[in-house]
């Protein structure tokens, strides 16, 4: 059964930091590229970050050098660590495979950013 669970958003100020976590219990991610996702209101769902399965890491322009994002296969678990957060990056994000699997989104993880 697939299913992915994240965790670790809430409220922040401008310049905080956040650690997201996604558990895969499903195993999905394994020997496949993950990414984390974000959908801010009124966007559509956009991918920020993604790992290989070797921990090859790629971001997207938007977040580069202040998102970090990393895997524990053992765990079967991603992380993805925000810093220099900005009131842009308010969104709820998600974790899936690179590319998504349709059936496997989770409920998302809600941060806010604001002072």
């Known amino acids: 059964q697939v299913q992915l669970v994240e965790s670790g958003g809430g409220l922040v100020q401008p310049g905080g930091s956040l650690r997201l976590s996604c558990v895969d219990s499903?195993?999905?991610?394994?020997?496949?590229?993950a990414g984390w996702y974000r959908r801010a209101p009124g966007k559509q769902r956009e991918l920020v970050a993604s790992?290989?399965?070797?921990?090859?890491?790629n971001y997207a322009d938007s977040v580069k050098g202040r998102f970090i994002m990393a895997r524990d296969n053992a765990k079967n678990t991603v992380y993805l660590q925000l810093n220099s957060l900005k009131p842009e990056d308010t969104a709820v994000y998600y974790c899936?495979?690179?590319?998504?699997?349709?059936?496997?989104w989770g409920q998302g993880t809600l941060v806010t950013v604001s002072s």
């Open positions: 499903g195993r999905i991610f394994s020997f496949k590229a």
């Open positions: 790992i290989t399965s070797g921990g090859l890491s």
């Open positions: 899936n495979t690179v590319p998504p699997l349709r059936g496997a």
